[in-house]
């Protein structure tokens, strides 16, 4: 048996166990039958999402629909870092599958990519101690920039060789890459990619699934679980969390590809349900009976704005607390 060094500790729950297994069983499924990985279209489209929801956790300003006219090399009257950051982030995701996860090298050339022309330390790890910060609260100090190198490097093995199920070690070294928080800036797009990365290579679907879609819309679910694992030294809560976003990526997904004609009759009460009216979420969830809000955004609101069906009343927040939506001209 091995000997590691790093050691991450979280406990495998019986919650944990039922996901990894529900997941792994779904996603060959969703792998015989999507198509995914040979329909260029639904790769792309799911490579927007992916960009615009881990950008968006960060507070890029671009909407969906700038986003895809950036990929298109359009123009976009936005602020030239958010900009700039896109056009990374397309860079580094459309060599993912190029990298070799355990390599360190390919980790700093990867974030070298992610952040050209946004920070000075450019694909090399942090030279100074950090904070992370949420509002006016500290809420992590981070190891110090002397150890970040060693710790890298033992978390990279770990992942390599540990025998733990794909699933839970990388949402595992999420956590623990975040901890370390390598980078001067970029940790958490970094996190996210390298997990998905870590996922595609056992299950290559995963490079087209847009989890982040899905942490995006549960931002504060995401750093709830950041923190108290982070207060309570055991990952567990955040391997939780992020099991179940992937779940509910993939619960969607095939819902999407298996029921076509379900989703288009969800939509479709949708717009019976706004008809002429400005409605916001919460409103048009009444109106439809429903109470669950992933499955409404994930069945109904989602699918709709993708159709082009609805607009939202504020594009360039999508997030935005006063968000309503309308049937479009």
Request: proline content about 4%; hydrophobic content about 40%.
């Amino acid at each position: 048996m091995t000997d590691f060094l790093y050691k991450p500790r979280y406990m495998i729950t019986d919650e944990i166990l039922t996901l990894a297994a529900q997941i792994a069983a779904r996603a060959d499924v969703l792998t015989i039958q999507s198509g995914m990985g040979q329909n260029p279209k639904l790769r792309r489209v799911n490579r927007i999402r992916t960009i615009h929801s881990s950008l968006a956790i960060e507070n890029n300003s671009l909407s969906l629909k700038q986003i895809t006219a950036i990929m298109d090399g359009k123009r976009v009257l936005a602020p030239p870092q958010d900009i700039c950051e896109a056009e990374n982030a397309f860079q580094v995701y459309n060599r993912l599958l190029e990298f070799d996860p355990y390599d360190i090298m390919d980790l700093l050339t990867a974030h070298q990519i992610l952040m050209k022309g946004l920070v000075g330390e450019l694909g090399q790890f942090r030279s100074g101690n950090v904070g992370v910060a949420r509002g006016d609260e500290l809420v992590h100090i981070a190891p110090p920039a002397d150890n970040v190198s060693g710790l890298m490097a033992d978390l990279l093995r770990w992942t390599k060789g540990a025998a733990v199920h794909p699933l839970i070690k990388s949402c595992v070294f999420h956590y623990e890459f975040e901890i370390i928080h390598p980078f001067a800036d970029g940790n958490g797009r970094m996190g996210r990619m390298w997990q998905t990365l870590l996922l595609a290579k056992w299950k290559e679907i995963f490079a087209w699934l847009p989890v982040e879609t899905i942490v995006y819309e549960r931002q504060q679910e995401y750093y709830g679980a950041l923190g108290r694992s982070n207060d309570s030294g055991d990952c567990t809560e955040f391997v939780s969390f992020m099991l179940r976003a992937i779940w509910d990526t993939i619960e969607h997904y095939a819902a999407t590809d298996q029921d076509t004609d379900q989703v288009s009759d969800q939509v479709k009460r949708l717009i019976n349900a706004l008809g002429s009216q400005t409605l916001s979420a919460l409103e048009l969830m009444e109106r439809l009976g429903l109470k669950h809000r992933p499955t409404f955004r994930g069945n109904y609101l989602r699918p709709a704005l993708e159709a082009k069906l609805i607009e939202m009343t504020l594009a360039q927040t999508p997030n935005a607390r006063g968000q309503k939506y309308r049937a479009t001209k």
